[in-house]
């Protein structure tokens, strides 16, 4: 499990708890859990969800630039994540609370994901659902309220700290 203390407009606004799915994705999940870490020198602290669309997503990840063009695996830059064994398209967006990878295109995965906060089934077979939020969805829905239809956030909103339970 991972999980992400959660600031808004500089103050503490809760821990969002994460699930991962080693067994269908254990690259992916290690990816992510690794930059939860940032056992390599690098990862999701400090990072700000980037863009936030009320019924659908909030995204972020971008630890580079922090506008959605940035980032890195833990595998240097992208990696795959679908057409191999062990990564594969194979969960769907059925449900709000997925993980899953934000990409710009098959075997584009990097270290920006987003969360669902709907079903978003027309992204099935384009993004590897990689795990759930277990604890904490109301804030979740809270984030989801600052954002905007183009995606703009209305407030700065920043994972403070992170890591693996």
């Not at 099935?124 to 804030?139: K, Q, R």
Request: charged letters at 20%; one cysteine or more.
């Amino acid at each position: 499990m991972a999980n992400f203390d959660i600031v808004i407009n500089n103050e503490a606004a809760g821990r969002i708890v994460m699930k991962l799915y080693d067994d269908v994705v254990p690259k992916t999940a290690r990816n992510f859990r690794e930059l939860t870490t940032g056992i390599n020198g690098f990862g999701y602290e400090g990072c700000s969800f980037h863009r936030i669309i009320p019924g659908f997503i909030l995204q972020s990840g971008d630890f580079t630039k922090g506008d959605g063009t940035g980032g890195k695996s833990i595998y240097g830059g992208r990696f795959a994540g679908d057409g191999m064994i062990d990564e594969n398209l194979e969960l769907k967006h059925n449900k709000p609370g997925l993980l899953s990878m934000a990409n710009s295109g098959r075997n584009t995965n990097g270290s920006q994901f987003f969360i669902t906060t709907i079903a978003t089934t027309w992204l099935d077979g384009s993004h590897v659902v990689f795990g759930e939020v277990i604890e904490n969805m109301e804030l979740v829905k809270d984030i989801e309220s600052r954002g905007t239809p183009q995606g703009t956030p209305k407030a700065e909103i920043i994972i403070s700290k992170c890591g693996t339970l």
